[in-house]
């Protein structure tokens, strides 16, 4: 059901109601010894955050973070959707699950994996306890946790001096005996229930974007569909934008300015699927949604100088279900982006040897 209808003067949004279980992870949801790993391991995950003094938080309804922002606050990474008005914090971003207790079939821990960190030797990966194989594997019980793997302990030793000592001891003692080192990271979840959301599982909102923002732009694409822009929402860079391409931030600028208190978009670090019977959703991964809520946002004027992407990257594809009308999948994304990490490490490595 629609829920409302925000006018832009030409065209209306289809906001609707989202009921469902939303997954985090934040400052509060991890240990002090969690936290310090993870800013070790994913230096930039909580980067906007940090830069303005500023400690995550996973109250749903709170603008008071967003509000504390310095107006010239200089960003060197983008979230996605955000616009640039007001940057909004992490704690506005959430998986959206698929299953039962908050399980996002691995979205969250994709999500941290594409911060990982590329210096030194460390060797980070991110895992899902709610996966069966993982805490099969592991012999431990699924739960709402991300693992935090590194490789080799001793990668960890040069930033020991940052660590308390319970977690030095700990890293020096696998180190000793050349093991990798493992922790559990808290989660949280939450049951919820927003209005004024834009949904893009859902082919109204589909078709509202492809129309407002594409087939209504002044820059050529050969898109016809929403569908055929999902490589330009689906962009690897950090954020889905570049100094260069800030086509992202312009549509999440237009939503805030325009009402809208959240939209649901695909993740571009897991593989995206969406099912729908009898015109309604039926079923689906790999989403995320920000949350906008009431804070203050801006139009912006953005200089458009390129075409809609409409192209994957080699190894991705797109795949319409076999029943004409029953959904879509976008397949490969998360193998292609931990194919980029290992790459991205090895030039890192041969940089690093061609220097000593």
């Not at 431990?140 to 308390?164: D, H, T």
Request: neutral net charge; hydrophobic residues 40%.
């Amino acid at each position: 059901m629609v829920q409302g209808l925000v006018g832009n003067g030409v065209r209306t949004i289809p906001l609707t109601t989202f009921k469902g279980q939303l997954r985090q992870i934040n400052a509060e949801s991890v240990s002090p010894d969690g936290l310090a790993l993870l800013r070790v391991c994913a230096p930039h995950f909580f980067e906007l955050d940090d830069g303005c003094g500023i400690e995550c938080r996973s109250d749903l309804t709170s603008d008071t973070v967003a509000s504390r922002l310095p107006p010239m606050f200089l960003r060197t990474q983008f979230r996605r959707f955000s616009g640039d008005g007001t940057p909004l914090p992490r704690a506005r971003y959430f998986s959206v699950a698929n299953g039962a207790n908050g399980d996002d079939s691995g979205v969250l821990a994709e999500e941290l994996n594409a911060y990982r960190n590329l210096r030194d030797d460390l060797y980070v990966e991110f895992c899902d306890l709610m996966r069966e194989d993982i805490a099969t594997a592991l012999d431990v019980p699924r739960g709402c946790f991300v693992l935090l793997s590194v490789r080799e302990a001793r990668s960890l030793l040069p930033f020991c001096a940052g660590f308390s000592p319970t977690l030095r001891e700990a890293i020096h003692t696998n180190a000793a005996l050349g093991h990798p080192f493992l922790m559990t990271l808290g989660t949280v979840t939450a049951n919820a229930e927003l209005g004024g959301v834009l949904d893009l599982r859902l082919p109204a909102a589909q078709q509202w974007f492809f129309a407002e923002f594409v087939r209504g732009s002044m820059v050529p694409t050969r898109a016809r569909r929403f569908e055929e822009v999902l490589p330009e929402l689906l962009a690897l860079a950090l954020g889905g934008s570049t100094p260069e391409n800030r086509r992202l931030q312009a549509i999440g600028s237009y939503l805030r300015a325009r009402g809208t208190q959240a939209l649901v978009f695909p993740s571009a670090r897991s593989d995206v699927v969406v099912r729908y019977r009898d015109g309604e959703l039926a079923g689906w991964h790999g989403w995320n949604l920000v949350l906008y809520g009431t804070g203050p946002a801006s139009d912006a004027i953005y200089i458009d100088l390129g075409g809609w992407e409409t192209q994957f990257p080699p190894q991705v594809e797109f795949e319409r279900a076999r029943d004409a009308g029953t959904g879509w999948c976008v397949r490969g994304l998360k193998a292609w982006n931990h194919g980029l990490y290992a790459i991205r490490r090895h030039n890192g490595e041969r940089l690093r040897g061609n220097r000593s």
